[in-house]
Each structure stands twice: as structure tokens, then as C-alpha cells.
């Protein structure tokens, strides 16, 4: 068992029955009241964010997992087909694992896997992710001054909303968290 002396951004531990991640924490030690620990937790199956106060020296299940880098090398049906970097080990992992981001993965991307024993327990994409526009309405010269938003088609098959000056073939930086348009890349 570990306690709230342990905390590190990234640890995970098992609390309320579900596996959280440590986003960041504080100590806190407000004058004549106790000290606490205001922590920002991370669920690893749903992606949802919470902040709690633990006390100082709390005890919390720590709950020890090892990351690999993998590389995804395509979608088989209902599951995609990652490549183990190391080892060179191929193996397949479901759509649900993967989560929302799965619409903004292509081919020979690598992610990240924590494993709990032989267990995936999460799936870390890369934030930010640079993809082409296969199909939009054609962009007018001037149109970058407005913020009036078009849809646009990715190689992925994911639809965003982008400004209007971006046209077919641009190369195009998306926020995978979000599913938002960031920049235009050369």
C-alpha cells in the first residue's frame, strides 16, 4: 500500500473500484486545519477528469503497470492490429479499448498500451495527430478573416470542422482529445 506521500503525476491507483490516473496534485496545509492532498484524477476506461481531496498520509492502492510502445498497422473488422516494437509481436486489440480516439488513427502510428499483468487496461494516443483532407468544399482566397467553420473529410474516414480557407490535400493538425482542428501543416 502506498500513500499520498507517493503521489506522482502519471501513477495510477485503483480508488472507487476504477483505475485513475494522477494528473496533477497539491499539498495543501492550511494554517490550524489538517493537510490535505487536492489531487486531479484521470479514469482510465472513461477519460473522465474529477478532483478529490485526499488527507495527508492516506493510504490508496497503488497499482504497478507497464507501458509499451506499439505500432497500429491496420484495422481488421471490429479490431486493430497492433505491432509490439520491441519484440515485433503482432496482436489484436477491440475498437472499445481504444476508445474515441480510434477515428483519428492511420496506419504505422504508434501509441502507447499500459498493461496490468497480461491485462490492457488503457490506450494512449498521441495528442496531436497531422492528417490530410480528403474531401471538403473548395476554400475562396480572403476566407481567413471570418470564423465561419466548414466539415472536411480526414484519410481517416473522421469528419471536423475547419475554417474556410482549407482545401482537399491539406495537411491538417488535429487535437485527438478534442477532435478539433489545430493548424494547417506544410
Same mark, same amino acid.
Given at each position: 500500500m502506498a500513500s499520498t506521500t507517493d503521489f506522482r503525476p502519471g501513477m495510477v491507483m485503483r480508488w472507487n473500484n476504477d483505475l485513475w490516473s494522477i494528473s496533477e496534485f497539491q499539498h495543501v496545509n492550511p494554517g490550524n486545519w489538517r493537510a490535505f492532498v487536492r489531487a486531479k484524477l484521470k479514469n482510465l476506461k472513461t477519460g473522465r477528469v474529477v478532483e478529490h481531496r485526499f488527507r495527508a498520509g492516506e493510504a490508496i492502492d497503488q497499482v504497478r503497470v507497464e507501458r509499451k510502445t506499439c505500432q497500429y498497422l491496420y484495422r481488421e473488422n471490429a479490431e486493430f492490429v497492433l505491432m509490439d516494437n520491441e519484440t515485433y509481436d503482432q496482436f489484436n486489440v477491440t475498437a472499445d479499448? &481504444? =476508445?474515441? =480516439?480510434? #477515428? !483519428?488513427? #492511420?496506419?504505422?502510428?504508434? &501509441?502507447?498500451?499500459? !498493461?496490468d499483468g497480461a491485462k490492457i487496461i488503457a490506450v494512449e494516443i498521441p495528442l496531436f495527430i497531422n492528417l490530410a483532407v480528403t474531401m471538403t468544399e473548395p476554400g475562396l482566397k480572403g476566407d481567413t478573416v471570418s470564423n465561419t467553420l466548414k466539415a %472536411? /473529410?480526414?484519410? /481517416? =474516414? %473522421?469528419? $471536423?470542422? $475547419?475554417?474556410? !480557407?482549407?482545401n482537399q490535400g491539406d495537411m491538417l493538425k488535429i487535437d485527438t482529445r478534442t477532435g478539433d482542428y489545430v493548424e494547417r501543416v506544410k
Open positions: 479499448t &481504444i =476508445g474515441d =480516439g480510434q #477515428k !483519428f488513427l #492511420k496506419e504505422n502510428t504508434n &501509441i502507447d498500451l499500459l !498493461f %472536411a /473529410t480526414l484519410e /481517416t =474516414g %473522421a469528419t $471536423v470542422m $475547419v475554417p474556410l !480557407f482549407v
